[in-house]
Nanobody
Framework: QLQVVESGGDLVQRGGSLRLSCAASGFTLEHYAVGWFRQAPGKEREGVSCISSGDGGSNAADSVKGRFTISRDNAKNTVYLQMNSLKPEDTAIYYC?????????????????WGQGTQVTVSS
């Protein structure tokens, strides 16, 4: 009942755009920090971007700064990841995770709810 679900992954060409969604059910996402993580085949999962609750701000990995933007729509209980200028190295399964702490953390154990992942594939 308490879960987050990602959607929006697709196959796109290099330079294309996608918007991923992280929708929560059973709880109010507004009060949680929400992080986006990704895992490419054969690689460890890494943090991509995170948005804190309230006025806590957001962050992004150096590899996606200037290209990815994280945002909230509290009316829809959803967090988005707008991905522009996509590169083949962005290919991965993207996960969203919600932390009741309300602030962003690099430690995955601090996130309470994890989605099932959505596949993003960027072709050359």
């Amino acid at each position: 009942q308490l879960q987050v679900v990602e959607s929006g992954g697709d196959l796109v060409q290099r330079g294309g755009s996608l918007r991923l969604s992280c929708a929560a059910s059973g709880f109010t996402l507004e009060h949680y920090a929400v992080g986006w993580f990704r895992q490419a085949p054969g690689k460890e999962r890494e943090g991509v971007s995170c948005i804190s609750s309230g006025d806590g701000g957001s962050n992004a990995a150096d590899s996606v700064k200037g290209r990815f933007t994280i945002s909230r729509d509290n009316a829809k209980n959803t967090v988005y990841l707008q991905m522009n200028s996509l590169k083949p190295e962005d290919t991965a399964i993207y996960y969203c995770a919600a932390s009741a702490r309300g602030y962003c953390s690099d430690y995955e154990f601090t996130y309470d709810y994890w989605g099932q992942g959505t596949q993003v594939t960027v072709s050359s």
